[in-house]
């Protein structure tokens, strides 16, 4: 029997049919990763493996690192022949970690091939792989029609003019691509300069000058329009933790005009700044339908030595144990009190915070729209299958697991859609496990459309893409 072979995951019959049956065949909404736009509307193709494979991929970054293998291999000036065979090296010491296993499902389902990657095969996959990106058919819209992906979630500046997602849309390709609206350099004052020089691309954007406060937040709303118009359902939002302290219109123009002046705002009024952009966002959310994703707990940039050498998203990031929850409730407070607060999803990139944030949510479902608050999918380290389970079990014990979005990938590489199909796995392994321990009625008309919402139909209700289906 082959690795990964067709019953990979599905440890009982009835995990086999929902997947094999109900599961397998769903299309794919991404709704949030970082995959570039200007690839997926030129349709990019790509010179070798080590590009689409490990060009951006900083899950293999990692492993590679701990395996020994020198930066010059890994991010350097390296071939990308040297750079794969040194991935390569790696792969047999990952074993039990999850990059073994999308590894092998990538190069099965993009490459046609059951060959487990070792200093031994890495010739032929390399030359097999390498010759099936050669060929004609093998670029960004095959991938996407392959997988049936009906939507990708870019993320995107506030200030971006997404001709991109225009371009794309107005063409035949069943997948869409829209952007999503990711504010964090308008509210993160750690940099003053940059923040200043950012601020003024917003005006220029615009076209405006931005005198005051009402003025950045007008300018901020007149990008929000313009998003929608692209079909713009969600933003997004990167924090360490969520801010709350409250600001009033006067607060906020005394610190802009201290930010426009070059000056570094206390640590309070760094707070009530971002507190000030959040809240004016939620509420525009709000009003349009859209979902407020909010990425929480990440150290950022941990090892200062190598962010320097090679900036930020590189591999230098772990999870935050800090406390979150009082302020995260009197924010969500803050919205609801006046029947502005938007539909949410929050992600914790430490799992310990899955039942503070499930219980947390379940406060603020209103019943005007099923499943409004969501636990997000397991993000990043804990993007596992024991992070997925453990996720998965927790919004199931108090939460309805009916209602889940479902997968995401968060992902920079164009071979990452494989991982809904893990995903969708598991989810059948824990739906069959549970029905044939009798903890699950062995009801079809229960369990398809429970395994069909998770997969699909529950992300499409949800954010209500423009001409999605």
């Not at 065949?25 to 193709?45: F, K, S, T, V, W």
């Not at 691509?177 to 003053?192: E, H, L």
């Not at 713009?232 to 939002?237: A, E, G, K, P, Q």
């Not at 707070?271 to 939620?282: D, K, R, S």
Request: aromatic fraction near 10%; include cysteine; glycine fraction near 6%.
């Amino acid at each position: 029997m082959s690795y990964l072979h067709e019953n990979f995951l599905l440890p009982n019959k009835t995990a086999q049919r929902l997947y094999h049956e109900v599961a397998a065949d769903q299309p794919i909404i991404d709704y949030h990763c970082h995959l570039p736009p200007e690839a997926i509307a030129g349709n990019a193709r790509f010179p070798d493996l080590a590009e689409i494979w490990l060009g951006g991929d900083h899950y293999k970054w990692r492993t590679m690192r701990a395996a020994g293998i020198p930066e010059h291999l890994v991010t350097g000036d390296a071939t990308p022949k040297e750079k794969f065979d040194a991935y390569a090296r790696t792969v047999p010491q990952t074993v039990r970690n999850p990059v073994h296993h999308w590894t092998h499902l990538e190069l099965k389902r993009y490459f046609d091939t059951d060959l487990v990657l070792s200093p031994e095969t890495a010739d032929e996959i390399w030359n097999l792989a390498n010759a099936r990106l050669a060929e004609n058919d093998f670029n960004v819209h095959s991938i996407c029609q392959k997988f049936d992906v009906r939507v990708i979630g870019t993320t995107d500046d506030p200030i971006d003019t997404l001709e991109h997602h225009v371009a794309h849309n107005a063409g035949t390709l069943k997948t869409k691509m829209f952007p999503t609206y990711r504010p964090d350099k308008a509210m993160i004052t750690t940099d003053v300069q940059g923040w200043n020089e950012w601020t003024d691309q917003l005006a220029a954007v615009c076209g405006k000058t931005l005198v005051g406060a009402e003025d950045f937040i007008a300018a901020l709303k007149e990008r929000h329009d313009f998003f929608h118009e692209v079909g713009c359902r969600l933003t997004d939002h990167g924090i360490e933790e969520i801010p709350y302290r409250e600001c009033s219109d006067a607060q906020a123009e005394t610190i802009y005009q201290r930010l426009r002046a070059g000056q570094d705002p206390s640590a309070t009024e760094a707070e009530q700044w971002m507190t000030y952009i959040m809240q004016n966002v939620g509420r525009w959310n709000a009003g349009k339908g859209w979902t407020m994703q909010l990425h929480l707990g990440a150290i950022r940039n941990a090892n200062t030595k190598m962010f320097e050498a090679l900036g930020a998203d590189t591999g230098y990031d772990s999870m935050l144990d800090e406390p979150l929850v009082r302020k995260l409730a009197a924010f969500l407070d803050s919205l609801a009190v006046t029947d502005e607060l938007p539909k949410c999803i929050f992600y914790h990139v430490n799992p310990h915070m899955l039942y503070p944030l499930a219980t947390l949510m379940a406060s603020f479902q209103d019943g005007s729209v099923a499943g409004k608050m969501q636990l997000g999918s397991g993000w990043w380290h804990v993007d596992t299958l024991d992070g997925m389970r453990t996720q998965m079990d927790v919004l199931s014990s108090v939460g309805l697991f009916s209602r889940f979005v479902g997968m995401l990938t968060d992902s920079r590489s164009f071979l990452s859609f494989p991982r809904h199909e893990y995903f969708r796995r598991l989810v059948c392994s824990i739906i069959g496990t549970d029905v044939e321990a009798g903890l699950i009625p062995d009801d079809k008309d229960l369990l398809e459309p429970l395994v069909t919402g998770i997969c699909y139909d529950n992300a499409k209700n949800f954010f209500k893409f423009p001409g999605v289906e």
